[in-house]
């Protein structure tokens, strides 16, 4: 099992940046992907950005088009955490983030995210 709690959000300015944190415990952090999903009122929970376990020179990582270039993925293993770097925030980026965590080392396929944290509000006015 693992438990996931993510904190960061907050309401922001359009062009403003925010930082979500997802901490883990439980399973050993370094063994699993992990990723950040969003979802916006009446819409479908939209996978954002992911990052795999294993490092080949650097942990690969893999985003949402309408987020390339504005959101950065990371995580720490030695503090068991993940984040999420949002900058040039737009106010269709409003939603609940959530952390999310694989079952594997690897970030597929999106139906291996089994471990889910609360979510946390981002609201970014115009």
């Known amino acids: 099992q693992v438990q996931l709690v993510e904190s960061g959000g907050g309401l922001v300015q359009a062009g403003g940046s925010l930082r979500l944190s997802c901490a883990a415990s439980?399973?050993?952090?370094?063994?699993?992907?992990m990723g950040w999903f969003r979802q916006a009122p009446g819409k479908e929970r939209e996978l954002v950005a992911v990052?795999?376990?294993?490092?080949?020179?650097?942990?690969?990582?893999d985003y949402v088009d309408s987020v390339k270039g504005r959101f950065t993925i990371s995580r720490d293993n030695a503090k068991n955490t993940a984040y999420l770097q949002m900058n040039s925030l737009k106010p269709e980026d409003t939603a609940v983030y959530y952390c999310a965590a694989h079952e594997s080392a690897y970030m597929t396929p999106v139906s291996g995210f089994k471990y889910w944290g609360q979510g946390t509000q981002v609201t970014v006015s115009s």
């Open positions: 439980g399973r050993t952090f370094s063994n699993y992907a």
């Open positions: 990052i795999n376990a294993v490092s080949w020179g650097g942990f690969k990582t």
